[in-house]
């Protein structure tokens, strides 16, 4: 053994078979015993449990919240109720669909449409007239559109037109023996709906004037233009922007009182069809008298007292006062207004009245908004012509004048 190999022999501890620099390594880092290992690996695994739980607590609180706003919007846009329960804590008898109906109503926005109410209209003539000077001249040389086209624009602007329809469309030739009968052929209905006219009364003493058969006709041709027509034991409801209006049209000439009976069972059967506003409009009354009967006084207050909300009225041939009765309006005669029953009356004043009523959660609201526009059965003062003309002015102040006097009794 050499000198070197000696010393390195001295360097080495026995049976360690380490240097003395790995000996102070290995002090420095200990070896960890089994115990510290497993201690080491459960906090590890407690840690990681407790990032997943909170991981998974925030998904199902997500979770819930989106839902929760799910089924509130389901409900908001369904009218669903948040609450089984009523005020004192006890289960609700209401149903689903009554609580929803409920909460619609609630909601719903009111609506309002204007009426407007005209005359007579004769859409035709008596054979015995000169046919020079006849409304079927007129309409021979100027078509339909003519008759209507200076009230056109009022009618477009309201939602319900409503005229008296006093005369027949018809081709029968067997005339009633009468001293007036009047009529004119299917086509005239052009002259209402060129017009803007959506409503016409029939219950009057001239829509038999060429027999039972002229009366039909009648019904038919206005029917074939869309013309909604009643009167007599036909009643009608129409759908007017949303809001059901009954249309009863009442005969009285004939029978008097008699005829109240039949008015009050035909109001009662449109309120039955749904009908939210009813009006009546009544053929009756006194020819050129400008203040109502006892009987119009009676039968309209009665048509009130039994449900109607406006009533109207005509035959008389000239203007009569207006009446608000139990917060209704009368209006007792609107005159004449397309009127081929004369080439001249020597009246020639005449109106249109406007109403708007209000409907909410499908019942009336209680209003009383009102327009008179005074009107001219002519546009020209000398004679008849046909054409119905707004009045203006000095004119105009003298028709409402009318109206003011006629009405001041009441």
């Given at each position: 053994m050499n000198q070197g190999e000696d010393q390195r022999g001295r360097n080495r501890q026995p049976g360690s078979g380490q240097t003395p620099g790995t000996e102070r390594g290995a002090q420095q880092r200990r070896p960890v015993s089994r115990e510290e290992r497993m201690r080491r690996k459960r906090e590890r695994l407690k840690r990681r449990r407790r990032i997943a739980i909170a991981i998974l607590c925030g998904i199902v609180l997500l979770l819930i919240?989106?839902?929760?706003?799910?089924?509130?919007?389901?409900?908001?846009?369904?009218g669903g109720s948040d609450s089984s329960n009523d005020k004192d804590g006890q289960a609700s008898d209401l149903t689903i669909e009554e609580q929803q109906a409920e909460e619609n109503e609630a909601e719903a926005e009111p609506v309002s449409?204007?009426?407007?109410?005209?005359g007579d209209c004769t859409l035709g003539t008596d054979e015995y007239f000169d046919p020079s000077t006849s409304l079927n001249a007129y309409y021979d040389s100027n078509g339909p559109a003519y008759f209507f086209q200076n009230v056109k624009s009022i009618f477009e602007a309201d939602d319900l037109t409503i005229v008296n329809m006093e005369g027949t469309l018809t081709e029968e030739t067997a005339r009633q023996d009468k001293t007036y009968a009047f009529k004119g052929p299917a086509e005239y209905t052009q002259i209402l709906t060129d017009g803007d006219v959506e409503a016409a009364n029939l219950?009057?003493?001239?829509?038999?004037?060429?027999?039972?058969?002229?009366?039909?006709?009648?019904?038919?041709?206005?029917?074939?233009a869309g013309i909604t027509n009643f009167g007599y034991d036909?009643?009608?409801?129409?759908?007017v922007n949303g809001v059901k209006v009954g249309l009863v049209g009442t005969y009285e000439l004939a029978d008097g009182m008699g005829c109240e009976d039949e008015m009050i069972s035909n109001i009662k059967a449109v309120e039955e069809q749904g009908a939210q506003i009813v009006i009546v409009s009544f053929h009756w009354g006194l020819e050129r008298e400008n203040y109502p009967t006892e009987n119009q006084v009676n039968l309209a207050h009665s048509a009130i007292d039994n449900g109607a909300d406006l009533v109207?009225?005509?035959?008389?041939?000239?203007?009569?006062?207006i009446e608000v009765y139990n917060g209704k309006n009368i209006v007792y005669s609107l005159g004449n207004f397309c009127f081929g029953g004369n080439s001249n009356p020597s009246d020639k004043d005449t109106m249109i009245f406007q109403q708007?009523?209000?409907v909410q959660n499908g019942?009336?609201?209680?209003?009383?908004?009102?327009?008179?526009?005074?009107?001219s059965i002519s546009s020209d003062s000398s004679y008849n012509n046909y054409q119905p003309t707004p009045l203006e002015g000095d004119e105009a102040d003298r028709v409402k004048g009318r109206i003011e006097e006629y009405s001041s009794g009441f």
């Open positions: 919240l989106i839902i929760a706003g799910i089924v509130a919007l389901v409900r908001h846009f369904a449409i204007t009426i407007s109410a005209a219950a009057n003493n001239h829509s038999h004037d060429y027999g039972d058969q002229s009366y039909t006709d009648t019904i038919a041709a206005l029917d074939a036909r009643t009608a409801v129409m759908d109207l009225g005509h035959h008389p041939h000239v203007l009569e006062g708007t009523f209000t019942e009336l609201v209680e209003d009383n908004v009102t327009n008179i526009i005074p009107c």
